[in-house]
C-alpha cells in the first residue's frame, strides 16, 4: 500500500447565494439585482488529507459543512475556491435510496441504485442473493417499493450500499437508521470494509461511533477545520463547543484572577494503566493554585459532572473540610476520591477557585477536564471448592 | 485492490470537456443509462394492461385515419399515410426528446442533489426513451410500406441511416443545450414548447414540400437557403426520399422536394456535420454548467 492520501483537501471554501426569492426566470433574473442574494459561506479554507486505508470521522453540529464538504470530494459541489484531489473509485452514500424509485419492484430498485454506485449488471447479479437476505427481504423482493415500510426501504437501501465495490466510501449520516440490531449488522459490515484496507469518510452525529470506529477525525465549526487528529481529542473538543453552543449562559473560564488555577492533573491509583481509572478505584484530582495578588479567605472547590447527562455527581471544597490555606505563593491542593462509586464513562471536572466570605469568583474553569471510568475486570482466582465424586453402577 | 488508480482532482474551475475522456466515462456508466431508460419506460406505461402496445397504436391510427380519409376524400398527394408517418416519425423523435429532455435534470433533482454520476446521463435517458418508440413505430411503418404495396427503392433507402444519424445527432446537441439552461431559467421549457409548435410547421411534414418550391422558385433564393436553414427539413426530406420516394402530384409537380438524390444526400450530410459542430458546443457547455446543477436544483 503505498503512503499516498486517498484524499487530498487543498484550501477549500464554498460559498452559497441564498436568494430571499430563488429566480427561476430570465424575468426574475433581470429584476433581483446581485445585491439581494446573500453569500454563505458553507466552507471556509479547509485542508487535510485522508491516507489510503484510513477510516476518518467527520463531525460537527447541523450546518457546520460535513455534508457540503462530502458533497465537494463527491463531485457533487464544485467548491468555490481550493483543489480536492481524491484517488481510486468512489461510492458516496449521502441518503439511502436516493435513486429509489417508487414504481418499480424492489428487484428493479436494486439494478438501478446498484448502478448509480458503479455496480455492473454482472456484479448486481452475483451480489443480489447477498443484497436480499442482508436486507431481510427475501418476501417483498418484487413487490412494488411504494408498498415498502420506511424500515424496509432503508434495510435495501443499505444493503446496496454494503455491496459496492469502492476503494474510497463516504458515508453521511445513515448508520443512524433502523434498529440497533440491523445498525450492528452495517457496523460488521463497515469493519470488513476496513480489513480489507478501503478508505472511509464517516459523517455522523454519533460520537461514540467516531471514537470506536474511526482512525482519525476532524470536527467543522462554522464551515471552518476547527480539530483535527485522534478520534478521541476531536470528540472531546465536540463535547466542549457542543455545550457551548447549546447553552449560551455556558463560560468556560472566568473570574478576577487574584488567585489562579496553574494546572489540574487527574492521578490515577498507583499501578494502573496510565489514564485508566477502574470503577470503585481511588484517585485524585490535584490542583495547583498561584496567588496573583494576597487572597486571605481562599476557597479551592471541584466538582465531577456525567459526561452523558452534565449532571453533578460529586463535590467537595476545603472550606467544608475546614481547611484554611491563608496566603502563599503556590500550593497543590489534592482531592482524593476514596473509591469512585459511579457507573463507567466519562465525567467532566469542574475546578473552582473562589472568596469563603462573599463567594466572589477568583478563577473558575468549567467542565474542562475529562476523565473516564471503566469496568473492573472480573477477578478469576483460583480459590478451594470441595468437590464430590461419586460412581454409579449401570 | 483496483490494478489501475486514476486521480480526480476537482476544482473551482468549470472543467473543459475532452471528449475522448468523457465518452469513456460514459461508457464506464453505461449501466446507468439502461437503468433509466427502462425506469422511465416501465413508469411510462405503469398499471396501463396494454404497455409498449400504445406506442405502436399511435402511428397505426395515424395510418388508418389517413388510408380511410384520403380514400375517401381523394387527395393530391399519392400515398399520403407514407408520406406523413415517415416525417411525422422522425419529428415525433426530436419533440419526445427534446421535451423530456428539457424536463430531465429538473425531474430527478432528488438524484443530481444526491448521487454523483455523470449528469449527461439524465437528457441521454431522455433520448433513449424517444428511441425506443421510434423503433417500434417504425417497424409499423415498414410494415405497412410492404404491405401496402408501396415498396422501397434501394438507392434512395440508403438515405434513411443517415438521415437517421443527422436527426439523432442534432436532437442529442439541442437537448443537451435545453436540459442544461433550462436548470436555471426555468422559461426555456415554456419556450421549447411553443417553439415546436411553429417548428412543426415550418417542416414539410403535413404538407408537400414540392409545392413549397415551386412556391419559392419564383422567388428570392435567400428564402429557399432559409427554408433549409431548418436542419429538421433537410432530415424529413431524407427520411421522405428514403421510405416515400418522389411522388408525383397531379398537376405534374414532384411531392418532395425536387433535387437529385446525391445533391440531396450532400444537404443531409452537411446537416450531420453542422451538428456535429453543434453537439460539441452544446455538450461542453452542458459539462460546464452541470457542475452547479446539485447547487441551482
Not at chain 1, 443480489?128 to 442482508?134: E, L, P, Q, S, Y
Not at chain 1, 440491523?182 to 460520537?207: N, P, S
Not at chain 1, 490535584?286 to 456525567?306: M, Y
Not at chain 2, 428570392?220 to 437557403?225: G, K, P, R, S, Y
Request: proline share 4%; charged share 20%.
Amino acid at each position: 500500500m503505498t503512503a499516498a492520501p486517498a484524499i487530498e483537501v487543498h484550501g477549500v471554501s464554498k460559498r452559497f447565494h441564498v436568494f430571499r426569492e430563488k429566480p427561476s426566470t430570465i424575468k426574475q433574473r433581470l429584476l433581483t439585482s446581485r445585491a439581494r442574494a446573500d453569500d454563505f459561506w458553507a466552507l471556509r479554507d479547509v485542508e487535510f488529507e485522508i491516507g489510503e486505508g484510513t477510516t476518518f470521522g467527520l463531525i460537527g453540529h447541523n450546518g457546520s459543512g460535513k455534508t457540503t464538504l462530502l458533497k465537494c470530494i463527491a463531485g457533487i459541489l464544485r467548491p468555490s475556491s481550493g483543489t480536492i484531489r481524491q484517488r481510486g473509485r468512489l461510492a458516496a452514500l449521502l441518503e439511502l435510496g436516493a435513486g429509489f424509485h417508487q414504481e418499480l419492484t424492489g428487484r428493479e430498485n436494486v439494478y438501478l441504485n446498484a448502478s448509480f454506485l458503479g455496480l455492473t449488471r454482472k456484479q448486481t447479479d452475483a451480489a443480489f442473493d447477498d443484497i436480499v437476505a442482508f436486507a431481510e427481504l427475501e418476501d417483498f423482493i418484487d413487490n412494488e417499493v411504494k408498498f415498502y415500510s420506511s424500515g424496509m426501504l432503508v434495510r435495501l437501501g443499505f444493503a446496496v450500499a454494503v455491496h459496492v465495490d469502492p476503494d474510497v466510501l463516504l458515508i453521511d449520516e445513515v448508520l443512524a437508521v433502523g434498529d440497533e440490531a440491523f445498525q450492528a449488522k452495517c457496523l460488521d459490515r463497515i469493519r470488513t470494509f476496513q480489513h480489507e484496507g478501503r478508505t472511509i469518510v464517516l459523517v455522523t452525529h454519533a460520537l461514540n461511533t467516531v471514537i470506536e470506529t474511526c482512525d482519525r477525525a476532524a470536527m467543522l465549526h462554522h464551515g471552518e477545520l476547527h480539530a483535527i487528529g485522534m478520534p478521541d481529542d476531536v470528540v472531546r473538543e465536540m463535547r466542549y463547543v457542543l455545550l457551548g453552543v447549546t447553552d449560551p449562559n455556558f463560560v468556560r473560564e472566568e473570574g478576577t484572577r487574584e488567585a489562579e488555577i496553574a494546572e489540574v492533573q487527574i492521578v490515577p491509583p498507583p499501578g494502573a494503566r496510565e489514564g485508566r481509572i477502574l470503577r470503585g478505584d481511588t484517585f485524585t484530582i490535584a490542583v495547583d493554585v498561584r496567588q496573583n495578588e494576597p487572597v486571605d479567605d481562599l476557597d479551592v472547590d471541584f466538582a465531577v459532572l456525567d459526561g452523558a447527562t452534565n449532571y453533578p455527581v460529586m463535590d467537595a471544597r476545603t472550606s467544608r473540610a475546614g481547611l484554611d490555606l491563608g496566603r502563599f505563593d503556590k500550593k497543590r491542593v489534592r482531592f482524593r476520591i476514596e473509591g469512585f462509586p459511579y457507573e463507567p464513562g466519562k465525567y467532566w471536572v469542574t475546578v473552582g477557585l473562589s472568596s469563603r466570605e462573599t463567594g466572589h469568583l477568583y478563577h473558575v474553569q468549567t467542565q474542562r477536564y475529562l476523565f473516564e471510568v471503566f469496568d473492573a475486570p472480573r477477578i478469576q482466582d483460583r480459590v478451594d471448592v470441595a468437590v464430590a465424586v461419586e460412581v454409579d453402577e449401570l | 485492490m483496483a490494478a489501475t488508480t486514476q486521480t480526480v482532482e476537482r476544482t473551482s474551475e468549470s472543467p473543459q470537456l475532452r471528449v475522448g475522456e468523457r465518452l469513456r466515462v460514459l461508457v464506464a456508466h453505461r449501466e446507468i443509462l439502461s437503468n433509466l431508460i427502462r425506469k422511465e419506460l416501465k413508469v411510462k406505461y405503469v398499471a396501463s394492461v396494454l404497455g409498449a402496445i400504445w406506442s405502436l397504436l399511435n402511428p397505426l391510427v395515424y395510418l388508418a385515419v389517413f388510408t380511410f380519409v384520403t380514400r375517401v376524400l381523394g387527395n393530391g398527394l399519392p400515398d399520403y399515410p407514407v408520406y406523413l408517418l415517415s416525417g411525422l416519425l422522425a419529428w415525433n423523435l426530436f419533440s419526445a426528446a427534446t421535451l423530456g429532455g428539457s424536463r430531465s435534470v429538473i425531474d430527478n433533482a432528488n438524484l443530481v442533489k444526491k448521487v454523483s454520476f455523470p449528469r449527461e446521463i439524465l437528457p441521454m435517458a431522455a433520448i433513449g426513451v424517444a428511441l425506443v418508440d421510434y423503433g417500434l413505430q417504425m417497424i409499423v411503418l415498414l410494415v405497412f410500406i410492404v404491405v401496402s404495396g408501396h415498396g422501397l427503392a434501394l438507392p434512395e433507402l440508403a438515405v434513411l441511416p443517415l438521415a437517421f444519424v443527422a436527426l439523432l445527432v442534432f436532437t442529442a446537441a439541442l437537448t443537451l443545450w435545453i436540459s442544461a439552461v433550462n436548470v436555471r431559467y426555468r422559461d426555456v421549457g415554456h419556450l421549447l414548447n411553443i417553439g415546436l409548435l411553429v417548428w412543426f410547421w415550418v417542416t414539410p411534414i403535413v404538407y408537400a414540400s414540392g409545392l413549397v418550391q415551386s412556391y419559392l422558385d419564383d422567388r428570392a433564393q435567400i428564402l429557399t437557403v432559409l427554408y433549409f436553414v431548418n436542419p429538421l427539413t433537410a432530415v424529413v426530406e431524407g427520411m421522405h426520399r428514403a421510405l416515400y420516394g418522389v411522388g408525383v402530384l397531379p398537376d405534374g409537380g414532384t411531392a418532395t422536394w425536387d433535387m437529385s438524390l446525391g445533391s440531396l444526400t450532400l444537404i443531409v450530410a452537411a446537416v450531420l456535420v453542422a451538428s456535429l459542430v453543434f453537439l460539441r458546443f452544446t455538450w461542453g457547455s452542458f459539462f460546464a454548467r452541470s457542475g452547479d446543477f446539485a447547487e441551482e436544483l
